[in-house]
């Protein structure tokens, strides 16, 4: 484990081993910055001496790989976990404000036709990953004096990973060539049969049936099913949706990463001139031709150029959560009718969510919390530590953030 330097002035110097840090702090000659990853700021004057020091960033939709390493050692490793939920939650969101203005404004005319979207604007759930991206290339500059930052991009073809052998024209003409609009080719596609009872039913009304949620699976034709009209009921009315499969796997995350790549470069650059790009292939062949596990981190420390360097003892294990919840009332309607309030109080015994605990002696994460002053406690890859933990058991080491984070 190393620890992390300041100079006087804020600017990262070289890491020093633990024990030198201890004898600076029992010295009076540094304080303690923050406690994960564990960086302290010098006051006295000292030279501005650094090595070279690289940082590769494996880029994804779901995690991020940063390793910033010199020529013979690995300074820092980490992974960060991203969001996945913002999709969902927007479209949560809309239907319940499409059914308070229903409710409450029924006399105005709908108005979709007046906003207009910046230019080079990316839908929410996209632009967090692209701002995830260039915050954590910021934390990491804060406590090593980096001099050059290389991302890993890609491109995907997604008409070639689904059709191999398509060239030319063929781009242009697409499963639904000739087709009104989806509906009618999906029932083209299933031969204008229930998919679940095969006709057996007799019911000549056929229904298109969402396999995922329409506000996360959308509503491609892969997500779309026929569906008897009986059986399209019954289904739903007894929740059975899962009995379906996707027909074809999902693109999503192949998309998202398209998008982002440029977004990212330029975000990055913006901020830091010493940015360059390299490509999955490149990362793969040196994987290989070094004989390294495949994970974001290897891959990180591959893209710094530097991928014999000695690893650290230590990774760092990052997740991003959301800051609050914004759904003021619950939807169920109580006595006297009116709706409670969805907000729980923030402290709670003086603890709040996401603050980092100590219960006997096991470093944790508040991921619940009743009002009576018990808490539901967990690492920060989800597994439970404890269920329901007296408030007089923990004692708070770190503050709540939107970027929690554990040493491996």
Not at 91 to 112: D, G
Not at 158 to 182: A, C, E, H, R, T
Request: with cysteine.
């Amino acid at each position: 484990m190393l620890v992390y330097v300041l100079n006087k002035h804020g600017q990262p110097l070289m890491p020093c081993k633990p024990q030198k840090a201890r004898k600076l702090l029992e010295q009076g000659k540094a304080n303690v910055i923050q406690r994960t990853p564990f960086t302290i700021q010098l006051k006295y004057g000292s030279s501005r001496y650094t090595q070279p020091v690289s940082l590769g960033v494996d880029a994804g939709t779901k995690h991020i790989g940063v390793s910033a390493t010199t020529e013979d050692r690995v300074l820092f490793e980490g992974e960060v976990r991203l969001r996945t939920d913002i999709q969902e939650l927007l479209a949560t969101r809309r239907s319940l404000r499409r059914a308070r203005r229903n409710r409450k404004t029924r006399y105005r005319k709908p108005r979709f036709l007046n906003r207009k979207k910046d230019k080079g604007w990316l839908a929410p759930s996209v632009q967090n990953k692209v701002d995830m991206h260039a915050k954590m290339i910021t934390k990491v500059h804060k406590i090593l004096p980096i001099t050059n930052v290389i991302i890993e991009v890609a491109q995907f073809d997604i008409q070639k990973i689904k059709n191999p052998d398509i060239s030319g024209d063929l781009y242009q003409k697409g499963d639904q060539l000739g087709f009104w609009n989806v509906r009618e080719y999906v029932f083209f596609r299933d031969k204008h049969l229930c998919q679940h009872c095969k006709g057996k039913t007799k019911d000549m009304i056929l229904n298109v049936h969402h396999i995922e949620s329409r506000k996360t699976g959308g509503d491609g034709p892969d997500n779309l099913l026929t569906l008897c009209e009986t059986c399209h009921n019954q289904i739903h009315k007894e929740g059975k949706e899962h009995l379906f499969t996707r027909k074809s796997a999902s693109f999503r995350d192949a998309t998202q990463m398209t998008v982002m790549r440029w977004f990212i470069h330029r975000k990055v650059k913006e901020l830091y001139p010493h940015v360059e790009l390299t490509y999955g292939f490149q990362t793969k062949n040196t994987r290989i031709r070094h004989g390294l596990e495949k994970s974001h981190v290897v891959d990180a420390r591959c893209i710094s150029g530097n991928p014999v360097a000695t690893p650290s003892k230590n990774t760092y294990s990052f997740r991003q959560v959301r800051k609050n919840y914004r759904q003021l009332h619950k939807m169920t309607i109580a006595k006297g009718g009116y709706r409670k309030a969805n907000k729980a109080e923030r402290f709670v015994k003086g603890f709040q969510l996401f603050d980092k605990v100590i219960y006997e002696g096991i470093e944790c994460i508040v991921f619940g919390r009743r009002k009576t002053g018990y808490f539901d406690l967990r690492k920060i890859d989800g597994t439970s530590v404890h269920k329901s933990a007296s408030f007089k058991k923990l004692r708070v080491v770190e503050k709540t953030s939107t970027l929690l984070v554990q040493i491996n």
